[in-house]
């Protein structure tokens, strides 16, 4: 089956800890997006990658970072440096010549 | 900065009922609308896009587009309690070399009653 795999599906994170957030697509997408959403929110854009080996920021990419060494995956790390890191995060995959993004199942992290 | 405003709801409608969803969107330049369906929980799931004036059909859902007021809106027909969740709008911003980004309402919560 094609899709976007997330995991963890719940991460728990102590403050001051890094945390890397996966994310895998099998429908050789070329863009990939990643989105925070918080409750009652609307999804904001923190970063995105048109090809291997570039990615450009989002909305919100302060205190975040990601990779894209393989067209398939793009991994985010939430660093020790995001204030208020707690919310769920979506990564999302489209084919360039396609509007449509499609959305993984999301994780949820929480700080405690 | 770009904007797009939902009425954050709850909309409440009885099943069978007309559900209407509203969203406007502050740049004028923008081209393409996108309506997403997020269950609780879970994630978007694209149910339809429009790119030009006037109405856009697909089975129950019709999507209504307005560039001169920068409006854009989702209309459900006869509502089925399974309709129930946040209808989010999202405006496409090209960001150049065919790259774009969405930018998202916050979204309105709907709930058909039965």
């Known amino acids: 089956d094609g899709g976007i795999t997330q995991s963890p599906k719940y991460l728990f994170r102590k403050e001051g800890q890094n945390v890397t957030l996966s994310c895998e697509q099998n429908?050789?997408?070329?863009?990939m997006y990643w989105y925070r959403q918080d409750p009652g929110q609307g999804l904001r854009l923190i970063y995105y990658?048109?090809?291997?080996?570039?990615?450009q920021k989002g909305d919100i990419a302060e205190g975040y970072s990601v990779s894209r060494e393989k067209k398939e995956s793009f991994p985010l790390t939430v660093t020790s440096a995001q204030k208020n890191p707690t919310a769920f995060y979506l990564c999302?995959?489209?084919?360039?010549?396609?509007?449509?993004?499609?959305f993984g199942p999301g994780t949820r992290l929480t700080v405690l | 900065q770009k904007e797009v405003e939902q009425n954050s709801g709850p909309l409440s409608v009885p099943e069978g009922a007309i559900a209407s969803l509203n969203c406007t969107y502050s740049?004028?330049?923008?081209?393409?609308f996108f309506w997403y369906r997020q269950y609780s929980g879970k994630s978007p799931e694209l149910i339809m896009f429009?790119?030009?004036?006037g109405d856009k059909e697909d089975g129950r859902f019709t999507a209504q587009l307005n560039k001169a007021s920068q409006y854009v809106s989702l209309l459900i027909r006869d509502s089925q309690p399974s309709d129930s969740a946040t209808y989010l709008c999202?405006?496409?911003?090209?960001?150049?070399?065919?790259?774009?980004?969405?930018?998202f309402g916050k979204g309105t919560k709907l709930s058909v009653i039965p």
């Open positions: 429009i790119y030009s004036n």
């Open positions: 429908l050789n997408h070329d863009a």
């Open positions: 999202a405006v496409k911003v090209d960001s150049g070399a065919g790259s774009y980004q969405l930018t």
């Open positions: 990658s048109q090809i291997v080996n570039d990615f």
């Open positions: 740049d004028r330049g923008s081209q393409s």
């Open positions: 999302a995959s489209r084919e360039l010549a396609d509007p449509e993004q499609f």
